[in-house]
């Protein structure tokens, strides 16, 4: 829009136009590939209907398999009656039910820490902490494939924002190296990170940290429940739960419900609890999520079984995709990302297991590399040996199919570029511009840079 004034025509920019300007996912959808916001219309423990049609499901987080167990459902549904459906406000003024401090104190109990402070959603967790506790002239020293939750806090913060290379005690030596003694530090990470599933080496950080007087945060999303002994996460599965400071997690996953957490020393959950933003501008866990919640974190302890089966399935599909030569990177975890490439290649990979009863979905940049799009799947305990036999044979059947095996990315010719989605099925190169990926960057440019999703 433009207004003439004095000193000439102004234009105004439409805050607006870009959204108007996005339409890549039109394209998609236009090719019949489009794989997000699929409705799911019910569930049926490891598969869920979609259009009428069951489909077995390695695209959730659901590792234990406790979203649709029975005895979860009916304590959300006991606490449901008992306390309505919402508590209509926050934690602080009138929204803190009993069953919230029991599901505190019986979390600080497992994981053996002092307290513990829930919150409505992980990510809250993560963007509340960080931005409560990190102050102006203190550092994050921020992994550089921690979780967007993670990224956000960092950015929100008023402290500077030090990124370092994946799971690389040097890379955060080097950073650490270069701050200044009088700035607090707080080292960031992923216990298991969400997209390579691979593990902490939380030793290494640990002994660089302590060099430093910095001290430790791990996100613990994807551990608990799956990592340590009776899926207490990576600190205790390192042994040094006495040595980090504080550990967040959510219930999203294992726990198969929504919301998140922090646990450390009183003094620090205290303190959030009296200034975190987005623990007291937010109204508290709904009552089903806290009696559901709480029922399966019982129920996950006493059925060890369901850890065991989770990491015999997982070995299997580790096996099973290497075997057939899929590059599964790095990965350590039920979390098992494949590697297909192109972003065309991955979007109708994704749609052909679809069509053939599997639901996954593809992950592409900034999420990954560009280039290096991914099917990020992930196995649960419930997973029986037949569909994870069909889900192998499938899998291999159509990446041979597509050639996925002579992309790009397994044949080392690695192509980033300029441009929106790429829907080339072909590897034909393209304009020659990098596309420098977020949170990707040279190790070394980048101290004190913003990190980005
Ligand atoms: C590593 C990690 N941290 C935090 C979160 C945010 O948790 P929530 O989904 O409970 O908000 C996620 C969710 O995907 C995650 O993967």
Redesign the pocket.
């Known amino acids: 829009m433009s207004q003439n004034t004095a000193h000439g025509p102004i234009t105004h920019k439409d805050i607006f136009q870009k959204c108007r300007e996005f339409t890549d996912p039109d394209k998609v959808k236009a090719l019949g590939v489009y794989p997000y916001f699929r409705p799911i219309e019910g569930t049926a423990g490891n598969q869920v209907i979609v259009g009428g049609r069951r489909k077995i499901m390695i695209g959730s987080?659901n590792y234990l398999g406790l979203a649709n167990d029975e005895r979860v459902i009916d304590a959300a549904q006991a606490a449901l009656r008992k306390y309505g459906s919402g508590c209509t406000g926050s934690r602080f003024l009138n929204g803190t039910l009993d069953i919230h401090g029991q599901l505190e104190e019986a979390l600080a109990q497992f994981l053996e820490r002092e307290a513990c402070l829930v919150f409505s959603?992980?990510?809250?967790?993560?963007e509340g902490a960080l931005v409560t506790l990190c102050e102006e002239g203190d550092f994050i020293l921020c992994d550089r494939e921690?979780?967007?939750?993670?990224v956000d806090g960092c950015r929100a913060s008023r402290a500077k924002t030090v990124p370092f290379a994946h799971n690389s005690a040097e890379s955060l030596r080097r950073r650490l190296k270069r701050l200044p003694p009088e700035g607090g530090k707080l080292v960031v990470m992923?216990?298991?990170?969400?997209m390579s599933g691979d593990i902490i080496d939380l030793p290494a950080m640990k002994a660089v940290a302590d060099e430093y007087g910095a001290k430790l945060y791990v996100?613990?999303?994807?551990s608990l429940g799956v990592v340590g002994p009776k899926g207490k996460g990576t600190v205790h599965q390192f042994g040094l739960n006495d040595s980090v400071d504080l550990v967040?997690g959510?219930?999203?996953?294992s726990l198969g419900s929504?919301?998140?957490f922090i646990a450390g020393p009183r003094p620090i959950i205290e303190y959030l609890k009296h200034k975190c933003r987005c623990f007291i501008f937010t109204a508290s866990l709904a009552p089903a999520i806290s009696g559901g919640v709480l029922k399966a974190l019982e129920l996950m302890q006493e059925e060890t079984w369901r850890i065991d089966a989770l990491w015999k399935n997982t070995h299997r599909m580790h096996e099973g995709f290497r075997s057939i030569g899929f590059n599964i990177g790095t990965t350590q975890t039920p979390i098992v990302p494949l590697l297909i490439g192109s972003e065309m290649k991955a979007f109708v990979f994704s749609q052909k297991l679809f069509d053939a009863g599997i639901f996954t979905t593809p992950a592409i940049f900034p999420a990954v590399r560009y280039g290096e799009a991914i099917v990020r799947t992930s196995y649960m305990a419930t997973h029986t040996e037949d569909e994870l036999s069909y889900v192998l044979e499938t899998c291999e059947r159509v990446g041979k199919e597509l050639g996925i095996f002579e992309d790009a990315a397994y044949t080392g010719e690695s192509k980033r570029r300029n441009s929106g989605y790429d829907l080339n099925l072909s590897d034909q190169e393209g304009p020659s511009d990098i596309r420098e990926p977020a949170g990707t960057g040279s190790d070394e440019s980048a101290v004190c840079a913003p990190v980005s999703g």
């Open positions: 987080n959603t992980g990510f809250f967790a993560n921690n979780h967007a939750s993670i992923d216990g298991v990170f969400s996100d613990e999303a994807h967040m959510t219930f999203s996953k929504q919301g998140g």
